[in-house]
């Protein structure tokens, strides 16, 4: 059971829009930053938000990240084909003392 | 460009030790401004997060796992290791290591910073 809860699931047509929830509480989300991983399958995860809603340098604007008390979100527009993979959020837990993710959840193109 | 790469054994007996080693390429482990992490992730599951290492031998470590971790880093070699004693099945897990940027929050260093550079991580099985 993971500290951070996600959707195990989220799906949408090419073009369209996905939102992605991470929820947490005070000791994790409420009060630390948050990062975005993506995940193809048989690869490492790569870094798609960092401090709760930048970008690294590559990754495109259609990915965007939010926060909101306990709560975070990735969202992607415009899907494509190519995102489909699996999402993970993360941060740090200030009551477990522990880097924390979440279960991660697949994101599959209709 | 920067590289992380795992290397170690891919078959591990029970009870025994997990040794893997991260060898960074295209720039030096040196770097004050960076940390390094494993993280590891079983077949089907999610991530959970080892334990980091500082360019000054600091190190922080994942409770659940504290008791049997240690996590080292060879600034002569541009390497950092993990070795994770007594392992179980439950230890079979796809093993990466990562970077992370080294920032401060009321001047305080931070904890939440993102994995930026991941490895390609290193399958390894615990066997009976």
């Known amino acids: 059971q993971s500290v951070l809860t996600q959707p195990p699931s989220v799906s949408a047509a090419p073009g369209q829009k996905v939102t992605i929830s991470c929820s947490g509480s005070s000791s994790n989300i409420e009060n630390n930053y948050v990062s975005w991983y993506q995940q193809f399958p048989g690869t490492a995860p790569k870094l798609l938000i960092y401090d709760n809603n930048k970008r690294p340098s590559g990754i495109p604007d259609r990915v965007s990240g939010s926060k909101s008390g306990t709560s975070a979100t990735l969202g992607i527009t415009g899907l494509q084909i190519g995102d489909e993979a699996d999402y993970y959020c993360g941060t740090w837990d200030s009551s477990l003392n522990t880097r924390v993710f979440g279960g991660g959840t697949k994101v599959t193109v209709l | 460009q920067l590289q992380l790469q795992e290397s170690g054994p891919g078959l591990v007996k029970a009870s025994e030790t997990l040794s893997l080693t991260c060898t960074v390429s295209g720039g030096s482990i040196k770097n004050g401004g960076y940390y390094w992490g494993w993280i590891r992730q079983p077949p089907g599951k999610g991530l959970e997060w080892i334990g980091n290492v500082y360019y000054s031998g600091t190190t922080s470590y994942n409770p659940s796992l504290r008791s049997r971790v240690t996590i080292s880093i060879d600034m002569s070699k541009n390497q950092f290791s993990l070795k994770l004693r007594s392992v179980t099945a439950a230890a079979t897990a796809a093993y990466y290591c990562?970077?992370?940027?080294?920032?401060?929050?009321?001047?305080?260093?931070?904890?939440?910073?993102?994995?930026?550079?991941w490895g390609q991580g290193t399958m390894v099985t615990v066997s009976s």
């Open positions: 990562a970077r992370a940027q080294i920032t401060m929050n009321r001047g305080v260093i931070r904890r939440d910073d993102a994995f930026d550079i």
